[in-house]
T-cell receptor, first 115, second 112 residues
Framework: AQSVTQLGSHVSVSEGALVLLRCNYS??????LFWYVQYPNQGLQLLLK??????LVKGINGFEAEFKKSETSFHLTKPSAHMSDAAEYFC?????????????FGKGTKLTVNP | DAGITQSPRYKITETGRQVTLMCHQT?????MFWYRQDLGHGLRLIYY???????DKGEVPDGYVVSRSKTENFPLTLESATRSQTSVYFC???????????FGEGSRLTVL
């Protein structure tokens, strides 16, 4: 069965600084990997998705993530944080199991951006 | 407007009462999901449906019932609410396996 570990439940950065949110996954088969963002009092929305094409995936709002099979990682980065990036971020993994899809989410990382 | 809508957005109920959370999507997506979000647990899958009249259990199905008689609707029922079911519930839909999930805005349920 697949699983996801997000390192750090809270990350704080200064505006303009690099954002790095860590995600490690476990899957017995090649996975699909996702990052979702949740703004306060809203549902989740997709930031980016890895589906075995390019290992470096670009998403919305300047975010990108790199799939590293050897490290079983899919860390999310953004070169320069904006105040509007303050939100909770979820990494998720999906892999075929018995013909069905089950998307498993990490516990989330809350990003704070300080002025 | 097209999208996925949940109702009610906020609900307070008492232990032992039956509660139904509604979910409606206008995209004709085949897949629909119910998640609950709790501090320290992230999102956990309760039930999902691959098509009308096809449902399956997720990670935490106990105490919940779902049905899907129409593609666009996927109600979640708590037959006898318990305090441990106090949570924020999210419905989501997807066009197919491994596709993007589209989430509703959530239903915040408090069980007293």
């Amino acid at each position: 069965a697949q699983s996801v570990t997000q390192l750090g439940s809270h990350v704080s950065v200064s505006e303009g600084a690099l954002v790095l949110l860590r995600c490690n996954y476990s899957s017995s088969v090649p996975p699909y990997l996702f990052w979702y963002v949740q703004y306060p009092n809203q549902g989740l929305q997709l930031l980016l998705k890895y589906t075995s094409a390019a290992t470096l995936v670009k998403g919305i709002n300047g975010f990108e993530a790199e799939f590293k099979k050897s490290e079983t990682s899919f860390h999310l980065t953004k070169p320069s944080a904006h105040m509007s990036d303050a939100a909770e971020y979820f990494c998720a993994v999906s892999a075929p199991q018995g013909g069905s899809e089950k998307l498993v989410f990490g516990k989330g990382t809350k990003l704070t951006v300080n002025p | 407007d097209a999208g996925i809508t949940q109702s009610p957005r906020y609900k307070i109920t008492e232990t032992g009462r039956q509660v139904t959370l509604m979910c409606h999507q206008t995209w004709s997506h085949s897949y629909m999901f119910w998640y609950r979000q709790d501090l320290g647990h992230g999102l956990r899958l309760i039930y999902y449906s691959a098509a009308a009249d096809i449902t399956d259990k997720g990670e935490v199905p106990d105490g919940y019932v779902v049905s899907r008689s129409k593609t666009e609707n996927f109600p979640l029922t708590l037959e006898s609410a318990t305090r441990s079911q106090t949570s924020v519930y999210f419905c989501a839909s997807s066009a197919g396996q491994f596709r993007e999930l589209f989430f509703g805005e959530g239903s915040r349920l408090t069980v007293l």
